[in-house]
């Protein structure tokens, strides 16, 4: 289960693990002392990015934590402190619903502010690269042993939020060429992708060399959140060039949509808020 305990509920045990203690035995102490009946625990072995020791997460239900964490320690299995934290399921779930009702929200203000902004064609094109990108980077965290919680939600929302910046200087871009330029649809997007190009790397290059900083340097606290937004930065960059893009070219090739029309009629409904678009 990769919920952190914000999110899956319960009292959640971390400590460093003494010199020669295995995982079996951590789990050979848990199990002998919960009480009959009770959820099965889950135990992970994390290794904490940029550190060599290892730390374990033992998640009890909440009848249980106080005499699992009084038996690691009279074991001997913890090294130092253990540090316990506990949620309540109700409110558990309650967090973990309201995480995702912002993340949907947040994807369906985007979708209507760049279908009023721009057009139809282009909003589809940003919610497939922003679902793309959130996808991998929660992906990536996940196969990389991180719990998902309340930090690496703020991390998933800064990187929409970036994601789409980077998408929507593309896309002014691509407006303009077909606004001012004459020729192939799919050629004017392309000389305006080629054009961006060069200002979407460099933007991106001195957002990582801030972002690896902190991951290096931050301290505990900030190591996953910065590790959440290197990757969201890769992937949003290759993202709003080589995702987005070729969407809107798709999607406006299979319906038959004149692009330019839509701007230049736009246009028109701005200067002249009666006319009517063929």
Known sequence: DSLGIEFAGGQQLRFNASENISKEKISQVVYDNLAKG????QIQELTPLGQNKTIYSVRVSDTDGEKVKGA????????????????RS????????????????GLIAIFIYIT?????????????????DLVIVI???????????????????????YSINDTIVVF???????????????????????????????????????????????GPSLREFSFAIIIGVI???????????????FWARFK??????????ADQEAVDPTAVSD
């Open 38 to 41: 009770s959820k099965a625990p």
């Open 72 to 87: 690691i320690s009279s074991a001997g299995l913890a090294e130092g402190q253990i540090q316990s934290q506990q949620i």
């Open 90 to 105: 109700q409110v558990a779930g309650e967090m973990l619903s309201t995480s995702i009702t912002a993340l949907i929200a």
């Open 116 to 132: 009023f902004r721009f057009e139809f064609s282009f909003a589809l094109g940003a919610i497939a690269a922003l679902v793309h």
């Open 139 to 161: 992906g990536i965290t996940v196969l990389c042993g991180l719990e998902l919680n309340l930090i690496l939600v703020g991390a998933f929302l800064t990187i929409a939020g």
């Open 172 to 218: 002014d871009r691509i407006r303009e060429g077909l606004r001012n330029q004459r020729g192939d649809q799919n050629t004017i997007m392309n000389v305006a992708i080629n054009s961006t190009l060069s200002r979407t790397i460099l933007t991106s290059l001195t957002t990582l060399l801030t972002v690896i900083s902190l991951f290096l340097f931050g």
């Open 235 to 249: 992937v949003g960059t290759y993202s709003s060039i080589f995702v987005a893009s070729p969407i809107v070219a």
């Open 256 to 265: 038959g949509i004149n692009l330019r029309r839509q701007i230049l009629d």
